[in-house]
């Protein structure tokens, strides 16, 4: 086993291979052509004047544009860098590199085209028009990285406005995810959601979207006691208005009325789930301790947990998990919305619903636990390919049961559309890597311009 010192030196390098590597590519994703190109004249047929004829198809069907174009498989991901990762409000230039490596995600992991999109504006309502007036352009909409409360209100209004779906991932992606997570934790420990009493830590955006969803996975309310930078919400809780979800959930949780900040709130828990500041020790161990036997602890702060995992399990914990890929049990959006969004484009679904993502969360907990759960193995990771058009094939059949759906196709169909469109995006990076296309990465002290 490393050392503590080993550990950190561990954790810490990933960023130093990113200042290293970043400077070397200049950006992750680029657009390159996926027609034949057999020689000049083809330019008459993907431009003037052959793309005359479905641009006048197109506007006598709009729908066609699905069929003439890669809208059926392009999104773009929209950012404002109010809240990127764990660095609060560094703008839109410094959120997209973020943004790029989203991208870079999507088309491996789902095989969907991106465009990262970082806006100069911190106005919701702006936000809010600039999605609406690209929609002729994209099959749907990742939002990513915006302030709360904002992040609330944008997300909704475009859930009820947009005419193709949208989804914020640092909700319902961190929320499918964690609520897959807990499924196989509590598998584990051989708990029932309806009878675990919960510690929220953090009452952000993923907090709040985790928080809804494990309600409506069977996790009673009034046995959360959630915490933000001002303590455990209760009902005389005065800074929250009306349409805010946390003025709800100061009214629906906590119903033994705790007062307090972090360590109250985590007292005779049995789940603590952290979505709050980069750590670590903003956990204390002490706190672990006062919690119910078995406890699972999910610190899930980026890039450094609230307490770190080796820390956890001395103080208790029998699950940890954290949101870094160095740790075991990372609790990873990269494991649900590239399959998420490859099943809602497979079956050009008008939006992404609460039941869509819980689909998607019992897809990743059971395809870990046909491979063999423990203490360290909760969720599938980044390795286990087959968990994309899985997931897809979920989120797919959810959204035909809801019909919600404009393409209508058989479980195997939508398997086998998912799983070759994502292994056509693989094979591709690995042809122009092995072409050289791609350069290898230098040597670390031999960085080349």
Known sequence: MLSKDELIAKAKKPGQDAMRLHPFYRG????????????????????????????????????????????????????????VLGLGDIGPEAGLPVMEGKALLFKYLGGVDVYPLCLDTKDPDELIRVVKILQPSFGGINLEDIAQPKC????????????????????????????????????????KIHQIKVSMIGAGAASVACLRLMISAG??????????????????????????????????????????GIPESMRDTDVCIAYSAPGPDLIKKEWISSMRKDAIVFACANPIPEI???????????????????????????????????????????????????????????????????????????????VYPKVAVAVGLMAIEQRLAKIKASKKELFEKAAS??????????????????PPPPEEGKLEK
């Open 152 to 191: 609330f209100y944008i997300l909704d209004t475009l859930r009820h406005e947009a005419k193709i779906p949208v989804w914020h991932d640092d909700q319902q992606g961190t929320a499918t995810v964690t609520l897959a997570a807990l499924i196989n934790a509590l598998r584990i420990v051989g708990k």
């Open 219 to 260: 996790v009673k309310p009034e046995n959360v006691i959630m915490c933000d930078i001002n303590g455990i919400l209760h009902p005389e809780r005065k800074e929250y208005r009306r349409g805010d979800p946390r003025y709800t959930f100061c009214r629906i949780t906590n119903e033994e009325g705790r007062r307090g």
């Open 421 to 438: 469109t994502i292994k056509r995006a693989r094979d591709q990076t690995k042809i122009l890597m092995e072409s050289g296309i791609i």
């Open 308 to 386: 770190w995992p080796w820390e956890a399990k001395q103080a208790g914990a029998r699950i940890v998990a954290t949101g870094r890929s160095d740790f075991p049990n990372q609790v990873n959006n990269s494991l649900g919305f590239p399959g998420i969004f490859r099943g809602v484009l497979d079956v050009r679904a008008s939006t992404i619903t609460d039941e869509m993502c819980t689909a998607a969360a019992h897809e990743l907990a059971q395809t870990a636990a046909d491979k063999g759960l423990d203490e360290d193995h909760l969720i599938p990771t980044m390795e286990d390919w087959e």
């Open 28 to 83: 992750k994703i680029e657009i390159v052509p996926k027609c034949v190109i057999r020689d000049m004249d083809d330019f008459a047929i993907w431009y003037t004047p052959g793309v005359a004829q479905p641009c006048r198809d197109i506007d006598k069907h709009h729908d066609r544009v699905w069929e003439h174009t890669n809208k059926t498989n392009t999104i773009a991901v929209i950012s404002d860098g109010t809240r």
